[in-house]
């Protein structure tokens, strides 16, 4: 036989190749093998999604999935490939001296595909009352370029959380190590903003292209909105030039006020990523799926909350083949159902609105095979 | 029938007073029977043990065995039940905030039976350069209390780490009380990590409960003694008191200076440890029986260091019902060694060497009864 697998008439959404149309794919040796109009007899197995959507397998650019020695982490494969993610980055759960174990424990035998931002802190988050940025000598950049060095193959970026509540305020020399590290490795840095000692323009000044601000459409103090509701010129310039502003929706960091403004002005997210971790995952996040459904919800069309969470985080972090089903690119899959009725999604701040339509996982596609744990 | 038979060796077991040429069968993963004579055709299983020295499993009280997140832990299979280790403890590695995932992927996965003490220090040791009480807000009595007690079967007290490297000179005595409150809150015993100049070990010793133990007590200096001091009459009251000494080698906690005034002084370890870790597993510390090797060499009888692997670990840890004995009934676990003859060169924490006639190496583990053959996994 041709293909190991095939899904028949799906609305194929593919934002890396303008697909957003009923079509069959065909998955072959662990690799997308044929997109079009392909027959049934070809295949070793046939999933029938006809009603459904068929995406490139989600990624998740902002998760935390070390649980046990990070007190945010989850059960990887629960959160991420449990629920239509085949790719997710963990965001700094795990720094220089606590990345071993991580790698070894929980990398390597996941069923997600898992990369990882190392932390410019070497523990990484340990605990919620001590920020692992308070006490800078932990802001180790020789250790973190080691260590990136070292696990190059996973390590696609440097974490640094700015919040007064983590790295005290220390927020622009953190920063600067973690740029130091970043650019010795070649890899972007993340930010986490909100509450932070320096207004977030400052900090955003100093990002180069490619770069990434996580939790922008936060609702607390130092914000991307100024107090008569507009984007602020250098927020929006950063955009311009190449900085990236994602969602990270998180338990703290998401509002839809801030988000309704700013979109409204043309400040979409250059990628959404839900930051599942154990304070939220029993919601007001839940999951990637929901996530994405709550641009939905404020107005983004099926084609580009899917861009954002496939082609888009695929992008930024330099992942050839993944997000796309381009023939010969790795054979990760999402199908997904656009459900009707009333949904009641909640943002970090506690504020509930009503959508008349939620995506829903059905089944994820990892290297070509229906994911059954 | 019985499962397993060692046959022939010379039996050292202190918890029974047995040091004699005997039979050792075991059934069910339990001791069955130790006489000195039991017929090869009532076992499954023969383990030869002639000129070989037969013990309980012996039991390191101080290992680190969390790679990837302590910097100084080792694989625990290779470095304890490979080295005639059947029983470990680690000694904080792991506090209340990472110990989950320890129990997890170590803990419940190892073939060495392991056991651990938290760290007052809910990070436990992760790095090498910043003390884990650095900032005593992560000293958190109440999550260790909480870890404690949920995962009382396998932890056994709380580790505090008292030298100037880790610990403030100030909060040397708030990290030890806030040990000692989070120990008692589960029934758990306290091991305190010493070294300073600074710091005499009797202005920390008085502080301790019966049960406590001080670890790296042979050290260079603020141990038991040094080569320019005695024992002390207040550390003879505190060990008359119940406070346990404990070698904990280590890279930088073993003096063969201290160790000659210490037994000159008629002051031997309660129980023997090794420490081993990263820094000291290529030496100068290697294993457990290298470690116990030394004090023999400096004139402990076999008896007696065999004793402080054994019968006397196990009380300190409470598992002594179980554990470090042969008594019938008690887990299967017992190490075969060999006691070899030529020369051997010793060094201790502070590179100094001695040259020895004999050492201990070990030959074969059983494990619950067991006969440990990795290369069979």
Redesign the interface.
Known sequence: LKYDLLIKKGLVVDPSQGLNQVGDIAFADGKVAAVGSLSDGDAAEVIDATGLIVTPGLLDLHVHV????S?FGVDADHSNIGKGVTTAVDAGSAGA?????????IIEPADTRLYSLLNIS??GM??P??GEL??L??A?VEAAIAAGRANRDLIVGIKARLSRSTAGENDVAALERALEAADALGVFVMIHVGGTKSPMEKLVNMLRPGDVVTHSYHGNDYGILDDAGRVIDGIKEAQQRGVIFDVGHGAGSFSFDVAEKALSRGFNPGNISSDIHIYNIEGPVFDQVTTISKFMWLGMSLEDVVRLTTESTAKIIDADGLGTLKVGSVGDATILRRDEGKFIMTDSVGRSVTANEKLAHVRTIRSGRVYRP | LYDMLIRGGTVIDPSQGIDAVQDVAITDGKVAAVEASINVNLAKEVIEAKDMIVTPGLIDMHVHA????C?YGLEPDVTNIARGVTTAMDCGSAGA?????????FIERAETRLYALLNIS??GI??S??GEL??M??A?VEETAEAGRTNRDVVLGVKVRLSGDVVAMDDKLDALKRGIEAAESFGGIVMIHVGDKETPLETLTTHLRPGDVVTHAFRQWGGVASAHRDVVAELREARARGIIFDVGHGAGSCSFDTIETALANEFQPDTISSDVSTISVEGPVFDLVTTMSKFLHYGMELDDVVRCTTEAPAQVMGLGEDLGTLRPGTNGDVTVLSLDEGEFTFTDAEGKTTRAGQKLNPVSTIKGGRLYRPWLR
Request: glycine share 4%.
């Open positions: 070390f649980p046990g020695v007190h001296l606590t990345f071993p174990f991580f790698r070894k424990h070497s523990t340990i605990s009352n001590i308070e006490d000598r932990l180790d | 969390y790679p990837g997140v910097c905030r990472t110990f989950p995932a320890f129990r997890q992927h809910t990070m992760i790095s350069k910043i650095d900032d807000r992560w958190d």
